[in-house]
């Protein structure tokens, strides 16, 4: 893990870097034009540029040992730059994982210290034509080649789609089926039978280059086959879904609060009917601070995950699906609700938001889709819903109704509603099995997003109140500040789940007449109806905070 001093000259540097050669007229420019800057991103990965690569790198290969919480950090940074220089950085992240995890010893050498020495571009090549979210459907194939009775190489055949870096890494780790299923080779640019399309004209991210590869009898060593053993491709994928998706959802934060930065000062100075539009309530409370609630519930997730991937607790697979489905929703919703706060200008090129509004879209899509990510949680949490009888949310509820007992404004009581309500809830989902409804199924995943994140940003606060946050931990909010935004968005957690819960119970015929008021009553619905008083009070706090109008302004990030 990197000092805390590295880190901050780390981000520094990125900033200074993105400043001198990536203005905001160059960004507008090269997306118009379509156009990956592919010097740009080498001398970011350059060990003696920018070589923000070493970062992830571990020591002993050359590089800095940065941590999760370190990724996640920079990640956002990059973000908040452009989408698609920072995709172009993660593909060689993303391409370089199955080594990480699943290398021999001398191939992690060979290639994690070419990434911290020669600055090496990598793609990750999972995705085909026939096979997205479902990656079992893989039709690539590598055919061992056998001489004296020993596999000495593989002839790979295939397609791969959508690859970020496809038409400019120097290196690919590609996903083909062996005989003993699906498995990472790497390869390098111009192998013989390897070639990749043009660059797709996509929406967002034009500064990304993405392309579809192609593989006729591309023959690698044995020493190619990641780990030297056929048929751990999708264990080795999986085995850092946790960590790659914190990325993913640090960009959605990113890109979020990138649009939400430019939304707010121009707040301050445009005039309409007579004031500012920075001091009209439907405006801020419409368009600003519901996004900034979702986001920074988002983090507090995301930097929990962060922490605990960091402290040993394995690769959290499900804490990252919640923290990728919640920050790049929210980034989502902010950056598209900063088009409306600018206006007939939000609307043109000239002022940003609408380009990132395009890149951001991608974030819900690429490592994993938001369906794909309720699914995961869905399934994993309704294990745990079975395995305690009923009692998982609930006991959670308790955890957060004993921190409301020490620190009773941080919302931690409303959150408890929220666990309570989804207890029932899935409860309900178990007697009448409603998840044969594939939609319950996944409806349950997005609530229990909310719900946990609500408990998040409610623990947030309070490590805040105990001067326990993480140094590393971003400042933007004071204690008072993570407080506000945590009643703000129990609320909205809470009756997310209640009402939506009681909706999509009721519309599966999970409940019937006679049943409904005692389902109602375990719902606690007029507590949870009660809660919201003070919202108004409360996003009146956040907007004076984000508009520097208390007497302690927001601390810059
Ligand atoms: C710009 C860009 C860059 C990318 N970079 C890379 C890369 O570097 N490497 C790589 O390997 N891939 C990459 N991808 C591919 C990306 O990961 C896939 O697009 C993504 O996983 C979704 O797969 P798909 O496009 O085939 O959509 P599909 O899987 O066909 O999904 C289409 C829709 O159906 C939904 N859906 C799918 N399955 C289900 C289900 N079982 N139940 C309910 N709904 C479902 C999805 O959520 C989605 O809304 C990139 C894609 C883009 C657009």
């Given at each position: 893990?990197?000092?805390?001093?590295?880190?901050?000259?780390?981000?520094?540097?990125?900033?200074e870097f993105?400043?001198?050669?990536?203005?905001?007229?160059?960004?507008?420019?090269?997306?118009?034009?379509?156009?990956?800057?592919?010097?740009?991103?080498?001398?970011?990965?350059?060990?003696?540029?920018?070589?923000?690569q070493?970062?992830?790198?571990?020591?002993?290969?050359?590089?800095?040992?940065g941590?999760?919480?370190?990724?996640?950090?920079?990640?956002?940074?990059m973000?908040?730059?452009?989408l698609g220089?920072?995709?172009?950085?993660?593909a060689?992240?993303?391409?370089?994982?199955?080594?990480?995890?699943?290398?021999?010893?001398?191939?992690?050498?060979?290639?994690?210290?070419?990434?911290?020495?020669?600055?090496?571009?990598?793609?990750?090549?999972?995705?085909?034509?026939?096979?997205?979210?479902?990656?079992?459907?893989?039709?690539?194939?590598?055919?061992?080649?056998?001489?004296?009775?020993?596999?000495?190489?593989?002839?790979?055949?295939?397609?791969?789609?959508?690859?970020?870096?496809?038409?400019?890494?120097?290196?690919?780790?590609?996903?083909?089926?062996?005989?003993?299923?699906?498995?990472?080779?790497?390869v390098?640019k111009?192998?013989k039978?390897?070639?990749?399309?043009?660059?797709?004209?996509?929406?967002?991210?034009?500064?990304?280059?993405t392309?579809?590869?192609?593989?006729?009898?591309v023959?690698?060593?044995?020493?190619?086959l990641?780990?030297?053993?056929?048929g751990?491709?999708?264990?080795?994928?999986?085995?850092?879904?946790?960590?790659?998706?914190?990325m993913?959802?640090?960009?959605?934060?990113?890109?979020?609060?990138?649009?939400?930065?430019?939304?707010i000062?121009y707040s301050?100075?445009?005039?309409?009917?007579?004031?500012?539009?920075?001091?009209?309530?439907?405006?801020t409370?419409?368009?600003?601070?519901?996004?900034?609630?979702r986001?920074?519930?988002?983090?507090?997730?995301?930097e929990?995950?962060?922490?605990?991937?960091?402290?040993?607790?394995?690769?959290?697979?499900?804490?990252?699906?919640?923290?990728k489905?919640?920050?790049?929703?929210?980034?989502?919703?902010?950056?598209e609700?900063?088009?409306?706060?600018?206006?007939?200008?939000?609307y043109?090129?000239?002022?940003?938001?609408?380009?990132?509004?395009?890149?951001?879209?991608?974030?819900?899509?690429y490592?994993?889709?938001?369906e794909?990510?309720?699914?995961?949680?869905?399934?994993?949490?309704?294990?745990s819903?079975?395995?305690?009888?009923?009692?998982?949310?609930?006991?959670?509820?308790?955890?957060?109704?004993?921190?409301?007992?020490?620190?009773?404004?941080?919302?931690?009581?409303?959150?408890?509603?929220a666990?309570?309500?989804?207890?029932?809830?899935m409860?309900?989902?178990?007697?009448?099995?409603?998840?044969?409804?594939?939609?319950?199924?996944l409806?349950?995943?997005?609530?229990?997003?909310?719900?946990?994140?609500?408990?998040?940003?409610?623990?947030?606060?309070?490590?805040?109140?105990?001067?326990?946050?993480?140094?590393?931990?971003?400042?933007?909010?004071?204690?008072?500040?993570?407080?506000?935004?945590?009643?703000?968005f129990?609320?909205?957690?809470?009756?997310?789940?209640?009402?939506?819960?009681?909706?999509?119970?009721?519309?599966?015929g999970?409940?019937n007449?006679?049943e409904?008021?005692?389902?109602?009553?375990?719902?606690?619905?007029?507590?949870?109806?009660?809660?919201p008083?003070?919202?108004?009070?409360?996003?009146?706090?956040?907007?004076?905070?984000?508009?520097?109008?208390?007497?302690k302004?927001?601390?810059?990030?």
């Amino acid at each position: 893990m990197l000092a805390y001093k590295t880190l901050k000259l780390s981000i520094k540097s990125l900033r200074e870097f993105a400043k001198k050669r990536l203005p905001d007229e160059t960004l507008i420019e090269l997306d118009e034009r379509d156009e990956c800057p592919l010097e740009i991103v080498r001398d970011m990965c350059s060990p003696d540029k920018l070589g923000i690569q070493l970062l992830f790198i571990p020591e002993e290969f050359g590089g800095m040992g940065g941590g999760t919480f370190d990724v996640y950090c920079i990640c956002e940074e990059m973000a908040r730059i452009d989408l698609g220089i920072a995709t172009s950085v993660l593909a060689t992240f993303l391409g370089s994982d199955p080594i990480m995890v699943g290398a021999t010893p001398e191939q992690k050498k060979v290639w994690l210290s070419r990434i911290a020495d020669e600055g090496l571009l990598f793609a990750y090549g999972a995705t085909e034509p026939e096979a997205g979210s479902d990656l079992g459907a893989l039709r690539t194939t590598a055919e061992p080649v056998v001489k004296d009775g020993r596999t000495v190489g593989y002839n790979i055949n295939g397609n791969k789609q959508w690859i970020s870096n496809g038409g400019v890494a120097d290196a690919y780790t590609v996903l083909a089926n062996t005989p003993s299923g699906p498995s990472w080779f790497i390869v390098e640019k111009g192998a013989k039978g390897f070639t990749h399309d043009e660059p797709e004209n996509k929406h967002g991210i034009r500064l990304s280059n993405t392309a579809a590869l192609a593989f006729t009898d591309v023959y690698v060593d044995a020493n190619r086959l990641i780990g030297g053993v056929e048929g751990q491709g999708l264990n080795q994928a999986q085995a850092v879904f946790g960590y790659t998706r914190l990325m993913v959802a640090a960009f959605g934060l990113g890109a979020g609060w990138a649009a939400l930065e430019r939304a707010i000062p121009y707040s301050t100075k445009r005039i309409q009917a007579g004031s500012p539009l920075s001091e009209k309530q439907g405006y801020t409370h419409k368009l600003i601070l519901p996004h900034v609630a979702r986001l920074e519930a988002a983090r507090a997730y995301v930097e929990e995950t962060a922490q605990r991937i960091d402290a040993g607790e394995g690769s959290l697979n499900t804490e990252g699906a919640i923290a990728k489905y919640m920050a790049t929703e929210a980034g989502n919703q902010a950056a598209e609700a900063s088009i409306q706060a600018l206006g007939g200008y939000g609307y043109t090129h000239e002022y940003l938001v609408e380009k990132i509004s395009r890149d951001v879209r991608i974030t819900t899509i690429y490592e994993g889709t938001s369906e794909i990510m309720e699914m995961t949680i869905s399934r994993d949490r309704w294990q745990s819903h079975l395995k305690t009888r009923g009692q998982h949310y609930h006991d959670c509820a308790r955890e957060l109704e004993a921190l409301h007992a020490r620190h009773p404004n941080v919302g931690a009581n409303v959150a408890a509603l929220a666990h309570h309500a989804l207890a029932e809830v899935m409860e309900k989902a178990r007697v009448a099995r409603l998840t044969r409804f594939q939609h319950i199924l996944l409806r349950l995943g997005e609530w229990i997003a909310y719900a946990e994140s609500a408990g998040s940003l409610a623990r947030r606060a309070v490590l805040f109140a105990e001067n326990k946050l993480n140094e590393k931990a971003n400042r933007r909010f004071d204690g008072a500040g993570i407080a506000a935004l945590s009643r703000i968005f129990a609320r909205e957690a809470a009756l997310k789940v209640a009402e939506e819960g009681l909706r999509w119970i009721a519309g599966a015929g999970g409940v019937n007449d006679a049943e409904m008021s005692t389902f109602e009553t375990g719902l606690q619905l007029p507590a949870i109806h009660r809660a919201p008083a003070g919202l108004i009070s409360d996003m009146d706090y956040v907007a004076d905070v984000l508009y520097a109008r208390v007497a302690k302004p927001a601390v810059a990030a």
